[in-house]
């Protein structure tokens, strides 16, 4: 609730004080998850274990989620990018259309961030314990089953979007 009305303040100052338009968007949404962030650190910071800093588990984490990053930053720089240019090539009520396009894709960007999540464990599990044997047939099975759920889940999408941006404006 804190981080959700931060936000909202910080936004709002951002963009109508100070007219920032959509990096005043970013910054305000930002700048309150660093902040509450900041703090929780520091009344947590007892239990955070700085003190117990292990360089081993460090090099373990950085070893496994490293390599994830650049995917992660240029998902992360896609979903904001195209508001920033939209905003300088559309009208104010072409980039709300958009939005509320976007929020219908939602659905489908929360089903697929779970199964993004969920794959890479689950993919290591299974070739660590049994091998390529085992492994080959169930990635088929896997990708297969998430090919048809999101196939449908685009079509929903695709089908759900107009009437959605219809009653919205």
């Not at 910071?45 to 292990?54: M, S, V, W």
């Not at 489908?108 to 660590?128: K, S």
Request: aromatic share 10%; hydrophobic share 55%.
């Amino acid at each position: 609730v804190l981080n959700v009305s931060l936000s909202a303040v910080l936004t709002v100052i951002l963009v109508v004080v100070f007219d920032q338009g959509a990096l005043g968007l970013l910054v305000g949404n930002s700048a309150a998850t660093a902040v509450l962030y900041a703090c929780l650190v520091f009344a947590r910071r007892h239990t955070i274990g700085l003190r117990r800093f292990d360089r081993s588990v460090l090099r373990e984490l950085l070893r496994f989620s490293l390599p994830l990053m650049p995917a992660n930053l240029a998902i992360w720089a896609i979903n904001f990018a195209d508001r920033i240019q939209l905003q300088k090539l559309a009208s104010p009520l072409e980039l709300g259309q958009y939005a509320a396009a976007a929020r219908v894709a939602l659905a489908l960007t929360v089903v697929t961030g779970a199964f993004q999540t969920a794959w890479a464990p689950f993919a290591h599990a299974v070739r660590g314990e049994e091998g390529d044997e085992v492994a080959k047939p169930t990635y088929s099975e896997v990708f297969a089953s998430w090919s048809i759920v999101a196939g449908w889940g685009l079509v929903a999408v695709t089908m759900l979007s107009a009437p959605y941006i219809a009653i919205t404006f």
